[in-house]
């Protein structure tokens, strides 16, 4: 089913405002859902259907909503922002989604994650994902859009990287912790050496006790942890969302 969706948008490039509005093919199942926006033209009817219900099922998959846009209505400085906005007038801000922007005005492509696709996908990866979409299929005389955007779906799906849940986290550094004092007990246990004796005098010396041996023990160490920075760069969009995201020059 094709919907016609319009949404006016204000993004701010400095003093300038501009509107524009979304148009494309939009597929839904229960809480995610998937859309290709081509207002350039690249695709036919159906190549764009089929590739929209590609799409859906890689969402359903992934547990994020997918989107790919089509567009000359931007240019490199703007990219970002563009892609951003979109991706809130399409989805909700702060949604959990992705959204993939092929910029047919000076070939800057930009990719847009918002909700826990944040986390799903590191700045890593979003430069690996847009090498091997944009980088691969959008570069030289031969442009394969079709293939591009099915790839991404593939990418979306196998480059995720689901975070651990609190409880595991729990759990995981309740054995460490374990492990750890173990290894302490037995190291400490492992300096104390015990011999038999047969009487009192291997102890004492003339009526009293004298020291014979003395030994330092190691029994405990503090460390000190920091939080470890995370990888992916956010910023807001001038829509008000939290993005993360990555440019491809073609």
């Given at each position: 089913m094709i919907?016609?969706?319009?949404n006016h948008m204000v993004v701010l490039f400095s003093v300038i405002i501009s509107m524009f509005s979304?148009?494309?093919?939009?597929?839904?199942?229960?809480?995610?859902?998937?859309?290709?926006?081509?207002?350039?033209?690249?695709?036919?009817?159906?190549?764009?259907?089929?590739?929209?219900?590609?799409?859906?099922?890689?969402?359903?998959?992934?547990?994020?909503?997918?989107?790919?846009?089509?567009?000359?209505?931007?240019?490199?400085s703007g990219a970002m922002d563009f892609a951003d906005v979109y991706?809130?007038?399409?989805?909700?801000?702060?949604?959990?989604?992705?959204l993939y922007l092929i910029?047919?005005?000076?070939?800057?492509?930009?990719?847009?994650?918002?909700?826990?696709a944040i986390d799903y996908y590191s700045q890593d990866t979003i430069d690996y994902i847009l090498q091997n979409t944009s980088g691969r299929y959008l570069t030289g005389d031969d442009l394969d859009f079709y293939g591009c955007i099915q790839n991404f779906g593939d990418l979306v799906v196998s480059e995720q990287s689901q975070p651990m849940s609190t409880g595991v986290?729990?759990?995981?550094?309740?054995?460490?912790?374990?492990?750890?004092?173990?290894?302490?007990?037995c190291v400490i246990a492992s300096t104390y050496?015990?011999?038999?004796?047969?009487?009192a005098s291997t102890y004492t010396k003339d009526g009293g006790v004298q020291f014979t041996q003395r030994k330092d023990v190691f029994l405990r160490t503090y460390t000190t942890k920091s939080a470890k920075p995370s990888?992916?760069?956010?910023?807001?969009?001038?829509?008000?969302?939290?993005?993360?995201?990555?440019?491809?020059?073609?």
């Open positions: 919907f016609k969706l319009k979304i148009s494309g093919i939009v597929v839904s199942a229960d809480e995610y859902s998937a859309v290709i926006c081509d207002d350039y033209g690249v695709l036919t009817d159906t190549e764009n259907q089929e590739l929209t219900n590609y799409l859906l099922e890689k969402s359903l998959e992934a547990n994020v909503n997918i989107a790919v846009v089509i567009s000359d209505e931007t240019n490199k991706e809130e007038n399409l989805f909700g801000k702060n949604s959990n989604s992705i910029n047919m005005n000076d070939n800057y492509d930009w990719l847009s994650c918002s909700g826990t986290k729990i759990g995981l550094s309740f054995l460490v912790g374990l492990v750890v004092s173990v290894i302490t007990c050496k015990f011999h038999a004796t047969t009487d990888d992916t760069d956010t910023h807001t969009s001038s829509g008000g969302g939290t993005h993360s995201g990555g440019g491809f020059q073609r």
